[in-house]
């Protein structure tokens, strides 16, 4: 067995959606810590890939982090999941500190983010892995960082789920009215402010994509959002000329009792 990959992928800063997972998984097939993909045949042509992971191991991969969710002064920025093998077991700290030193090795920032881990109940666990522009240090994070995410839960009528309303309100915009579109969804809490206790992901597919259109349109989605108690955060590199959607997270500030 030879490992599927032929090359190193070259990061594009214009297009991170695809290049900065690959250039993360990358590492992690290095490190001996990724999902360690490699060639086990042909077919019509074709390589034929699988894992070749070891009992107990697990495996982890990285994924696209929308730039809305970046820390300030981030170049690349990844949401790595790992996985424990569940048949043999693995020792959640001992793998996750694998990764962790691993990756900063290679002058990644590496963040246990979000909801604390529970090896007795998770079926995963998350890390923000990040790289900062040169000459930018990372962010200093308080000691009680990400310490008001909420626990899980659904809700049931006539309850109103948080998202649901962000949506209901986002929509009411002229920028939605006008003939965008808009869509609300949960992100992983690893990608959470740390300062929030509410937050999700908008996307907006505006319905003329100038850039003075957008940049009106998120100005008023903003300001609509500010009126309820939220904040809207895009992305720190400039948007091109014309897009064809925008990415928005919206989260709600914690209050904290003095």
Same mark, same amino acid.
């Given at each position: 067995m030879?490992?599927?990959?032929?090359?190193?992928?070259?990061?594009?800063?214009?297009?991170?959606s695809r290049t900065a997972p690959s250039v993360v998984n990358y590492d992690l097939a290095q490190l001996k810590v990724g999902e360690n993909r490699v060639v086990v045949?042909?077919?019509?042509?074709?390589?034929?890939?699988?894992?070749?992971?070891?009992?107990?191991?697990?495996?982890c991969r990285a994924l696209y982090a929308p730039e809305c969710t970046w820390p300030q002064g981030a170049?690349?920025?990844?949401?790595?999941?790992?996985?424990?093998?569940?048949?043999?077991?693995?020792?959640w700290n001992a793998r996750l500190k694998?990764?962790?030193d691993g990756l900063r090795s290679l002058d990644y920032v590496v963040e246990w983010a979000g909801r604390?881990?529970? =090896?007795?109940?998770?079926?995963?666990?998350? @890390? &923000? %892995? +990040? !790289?900062?522009k040169p000459g930018k240090t990372p962010p200093r994070r308080p000691v009680d960082a990400w310490a008001y995410i909420p626990a899980p839960r659904t809700y049931t009528w006539p309850e109103k789920d948080p998202l649901a309303l962000l949506e209901g309100?986002?929509?009411?915009?002229?920028?939605?009215?006008?003939?965008?579109?808009?869509?609300?969804?949960?992100?992983?809490?690893?990608?959470?402010?740390?300062e929030a206790d509410r937050c999700g992901l908008a996307r907006w597919w505006p319905a003329q994509d100038s850039a003075e259109t957008v940049n009106g349109g998120l100005r008023e989605m903003a300001m609509a959002m500010w009126d309820t108690g939220y904040r809207v955060r895009t992305q720190e590199r400039a948007l =091109?000329?014309?897009?064809?959607?925008?990415? @928005? &997270? %919206? +989260? !709600?500030?914690?209050?904290?009792?003095?």
């Open positions: 030879r490992s599927a990959w032929k090359q190193r992928p070259v990061y594009d800063r214009n297009n991170p045949g042909q077919q019509y042509g074709r390589d034929l890939v699988s894992r070749d992971i070891a009992p107990g191991d697990g495996w170049d690349l920025c990844v949401l790595v999941e790992w996985f424990p093998d569940l048949k043999v077991g693995s020792d694998a990764v962790t604390p881990i529970d =090896p007795a109940k998770d079926l995963q666990a998350n @890390l &923000l %892995v +990040y !790289r900062m309100w986002l929509k009411q915009t002229k920028a939605v009215r006008g003939g965008g579109r808009l869509m609300v969804r949960d992100i992983a809490t690893a990608l959470w402010p740390p =091109p000329d014309a897009v064809e959607s925008v990415d @928005l &997270l %919206v +989260y !709600r500030e914690a209050t904290v009792d003095v």
